[in-house]
């Protein structure tokens, strides 16, 4: 049986034409991964601390965000745009607490971009105590 004349032309040399295409692939991919970059910003840190107790620890007042994505764009971002936060308002035990950052940004926007922002670090521990009488 013949096979179609554009069918023996695909097959004709195919190791060539497969090595061709991932020869082809993996040099978008490097290009892709070369132009991702970071940047590290300090972003001014709100906490909600917790009313019947005292933190016997320092409170942090600022943290690390990494901005990651294509380093055309990661530059183009406002750090004032971005506002981190963590609530001990829950605690009601003497002890350490631990609690994750949480960052607000317009989600869209940054996923558009292909933007991630990572705090680093995630989360934070303070030693809280009983609170001293006035």
Do not use: C, H
Not at 23 to 28: E, G, R
Not at 89 to 113: C, H, P, W
């Amino acid at each position: 049986m013949k096979l179609n004349k554009y069918v023996q032309s695909l097959l004709y040399n195919w190791p060539a034409k497969v090595l061709s295409l991932v020869f082809a692939l993996l040099v978008y991919a490097f290009i892709q991964y070369s132009t991702v970059g970071a940047r590290l910003v300090t972003i001014p840190l709100t906490v909600k601390l917790p009313q019947t107790m005292d933190a016997k620890s320092l409170v942090p007042n600022s943290v690390q965000v990494s901005i990651k994505g294509n380093e055309d764009i990661i530059y183009l971002v406002d750090p004032n745009a971005i506002e981190a936060s963590i609530d001990f308002s829950t605690v009601t035990e003497e002890g350490i607490a631990t609690r994750v950052v949480v960052l607000k940004y317009d989600q869209q926007m940054f996923d558009n971009a292909g933007i991630a922002l990572l705090a680093d670090p995630t989360q934070y521990r303070i030693l809280f105590g009983q609170r001293s009488a006035p």
